[in-house]
């Protein structure tokens, strides 16, 4: 079964540098969660889309912005990466807003 | 405000012990509960969820977990581990209008062959 698609999975950036990370979620699931796993921490909410519209925001900097497109992947925009950004980025789907489906996520070091 | 506590940081035990991690939460409204577990290096996979019915669910690789409610719990056990149960273990709680997962902190099992 197809399942959450992240990318790049590895991504090294410097500090003040952009970075976007991509997530294609599975086929026929309209909703999408991104979080954020710092080392030795549990998962972050950031942020969440529903039918390509932000339905839930969490701790998400103002430095970063995401937006889901029409075939319903969804980008994590990051910018004046800082060194505190390094992380591992989770995304996930869900087609009842129940049940959320992990991508395999991206790790994000900044340099 | 919401949040789940995961009181083991790290267990250890030998393969066939007996595991509970423990789980409890704080939210108010109605929630749906889940486990995931990450396996070195991997993502977060579903272990089990509670949404309602039977407060015993069973999950997959033998797991399984109680909601108590008048305690606000929901432990995760299986009679008899494996060393590739050796991950670590994320109880979640979501209030069943809201959207996003809370995580609690994670518990890391080791278990020694």
């Known amino acids: 079964a197809a399942g959450v698609i992240q990318s790049p999975r590895h991504l090294i950036k410097e500090k003040r540098e952009t970075a976007t990370l991509k997530c294609y979620p599975i086929p026929r699931h309209d909703t999408v969660y991104w979080y954020q796993q710092g080392p030795g921490q549990d998962p972050q909410f950031l942020i969440s889309f529903y039918e390509k519209m932000q339905s839930d925001k969490g701790s998400i900097p103002d430095r970063f912005s995401a937006q889901q497109f029409s075939d319903y992947h969804s980008e994590l925009n990051m910018s004046s990466l800082e060194l505190g950004d390094s992380a591992l980025y989770f995304c996930a789907s869900s087609s009842d807003r129940n049940i959320q489906y992990f991508g395999a996520g991206t790790r994000l070091s900044v340099l | 405000a919401q949040s789940v506590s995961q009181h083991n940081h790290h267990v250890i035990l030998s393969e066939a012990a007996s595991l509970e991690l423990g789980c409890n939460y704080s939210y108010g409204g109605t929630v749906n509960l889940f486990w995931y577990v990450q396996y070195p290096g991997q993502h977060l996979q579903l272990l089990l969820k509670y949404f309602s019915g039977d407060p015993l669910v069973k999950g997959i690789k033998g797991f399984e977990a109680e909601f108590i409610k ?31 997962l809370f995580f609690g902190t994670g518990t890391r099992l080791t278990v020694i062959p």
């Open chain 2, 70 to 100: 008048s305690k606000f719990s929901f432990n995760l056990r299986k009679p008899s581990v494996q060393w590739s149960d050796t991950a670590e273990y994320f109880c979640a709680v979501k209030g069943t209008g809201a959207n996003n």
